[in-house]
């Protein structure tokens, strides 16, 4: 081979390897947007677990563990929405605007925590069966969590799988674990103040799965 066709030969492997590089660096377009309605669904869930703990907190509710743990709940997912951002910049993602942040008060099933929200307040929605309720919430909108990092995880970008199942899924079934624990206890309790005072006391003290 002459030293000019050589020249081009050479350059020829160096812009494929580059580009193979760039491709597998550069997260692709479909995995990028889901990381993204990952994002949302976290910001999501940290609203609402916000709004949860300062529900808790109310002289109506008065039940100060279940707002500690509500309110632990909404930095977590925070963090988590911070994590997933700061991963799309590693992987040269624009991150977005949060804007589109999903609303959750239409949806019936937190029908009573959204006339908490807007002022509605009806004496029903102070039943003492409202804690259950908010874990029963929490559990579905964790298991909609877990499901959506999953598909994430079975795509086709081997690092980002890695990434999810290494720093969320596992935590994910810890947190459903705990939430279905507190359902079968507050179940049990079966609508007694003491009962549920107790397990407030407990969620207050960081003591949990305790009962
Ligand atoms: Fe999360």
Redesign the pocket.
């Known amino acids: 081979m002459g030293k000019p066709k050589f020249i081009l030969f050479s350059l020829f492997f160096a812009t494929c390897f580059y580009s193979f590089t760039l491709a597998s660096y550069n997260l692709d377009t479909p995995l990028s947007n889901m990381v993204r309605d990952q994002i949302k669904l976290?910001m999501q869930?940290s609203l609402f677990y916000q709004t949860y703990g300062h529900y808790f907190e109310s002289s109506d509710q008065a039940l100060h563990g279940f707002a500690k743990y509500f309110t632990d709940q909404s930095l977590?997912?925070k963090k988590?929405a911070d994590k997933l951002m700061t991963y799309l910049n590693q992987r040269n993602v624009q991150v977005k605007t949060l804007s589109e942040v999903p609303e959750f008060c239409p949806k019936l099933k937190f029908k009573k925590l959204c006339n908490f929200i807007t002022g509605n307040k009806t004496k029903s929605d102070l039943n003492i069966d409202i804690p259950l309720t908010a874990v029963q919430n929490a559990i579905d909108l964790?298991e909609k969590?877990f499901d959506e990092l999953e598909k994430i995880a079975d795509g086709s970008d081997a690092q980002l799988s890695h990434f999810i199942e290494h720093e969320?899924l596992d935590?994910?079934i810890e947190?459903i674990k705990e939430l279905k624990d507190y359902e079968t206890q507050l179940t049990k309790i079966n609508g007694s103040y003491i009962g549920v005072l107790l397990l407030d006391r407990w969620l207050m003290e960081g003591k949990q799965n305790k009962l």
Do not use: D, G
């Open positions: 976290e869930a977590e997912e988590h964790e969590v969320y935590e994910q947190s």
